[in-house]
T-cell receptor
Framework: AQKITQTQPGMFVQEKEAVTLDCTYD???????LFWYKQPSSGEMIFLIY??????QNATEGRYSLNFQKARKSANLVISASQLGDSAMYFC??????????????FGKGTHLIIQP | NAGVTQTPKFQVLKTGQSMTLQCAQD?????MYWYRQDPGMGLRLIYY???????DKGEVPNGYNVSRLNKREFSLRLESAAPSQTSVYFC??????????????FGPGTRLTVT
């Protein structure tokens, strides 16, 4: 079984500052994938970034980067130069890859990020 | 491409009524999923279908049934709705043949209220 913990229920950040959203995980699978999704107030789930457990480098996608520390079992999301449109719920999730990656995602409870002007 | 579509967008049921939530994807994905999202709980997996012809229980399957009708369509049925099933339901899909991508693409969600 997998478990995702997001310890920040809510965060307020000034526009243009960098933001780090925390995520720790627990799994017994030797191979797994880690995701971050954004959910704006409109409700849709938007994929942001993916990191495989065997990837040597931290994943980056534009202003998003994933700070992956395997030994600490953490997968923090870093948003550089935050914008007002970044205000949303952010979910960390993981999937075991030993079964081919077709299992469902396990999600954390989310962090509500509010960017202030 | 429409991606993942869900019908209906909103539904109100009385306790004991039944209904089926429909989901379809046009991305030729092998795997499809149903999740529910309750306030403060994140998303939880109800059922999934790793490939056409197979279905498996997730974390919270009680009170639900699913059907993988074909590669495109995956439906979720509530046989006798209960107020505890009031939630937002998301369908997702992943796994295009020949690609090593585990990203799941989500539908817009169905907001279900059971009174």
């Amino acid at each position: 079984a997998q478990k995702i913990t997001q310890t920040q229920p809510g965060m307020f950040v000034q526009e243009k500052e960098a933001v780090t959203l925390d995520c720790t995980y627990d799994t017994s699978d030797p191979s797994y994938g880690l995701f971050w999704y954004k959910q704006p107030s409109s409700g849709e789930m938007i994929f942001l970034i993916y990191q495989g457990s065997y990837d040597q480098q931290n994943a980056t996608e534009g202003r998003y980067s994933l700070n992956f520390q395997k030994a600490r079992k953490s997968a923090n999301l870093v948003i550089s130069a935050s914008q007002l449109g970044d205000s949303a719920m952010y979910f960390c999730a993981m999937i075991p890859l030993t079964g081919g990656g077709a299992d469902g995602l396990t999600f954390g409870k989310g962090t509500h990020l509010i960017i202030q002007p | 491409n429409a991606g993942v579509t869900q019908t209906p967008k909103f539904q109100v049921l009385k306790t004991g009524q039944s209904m089926t939530l429909q989901c379809a994807q046009d991305m030729n994905h092998n795997s499809m999923y149903w999740y529910r999202q309750d306030p403060g709980m994140g998303l939880r997996l109800i059922y999934y279908s790793a490939s056409e012809g197979t279905t498996d229980k997730g974390e919270v399957p009680n009170g639900y049934n699913v059907s993988r009708l074909n590669k495109r369509e995956f439906s979720l049925r509530l046989e006798s709705a209960a107020p505890s099933q009031t939630s937002v339901y998301f369908c997702a899909s992943s796994g295009q043949p020949g690609e090593f991508s585990y990203e799941q693409y989500f539908g817009p969600g169905t907001r279900l209220t059971v009174t």
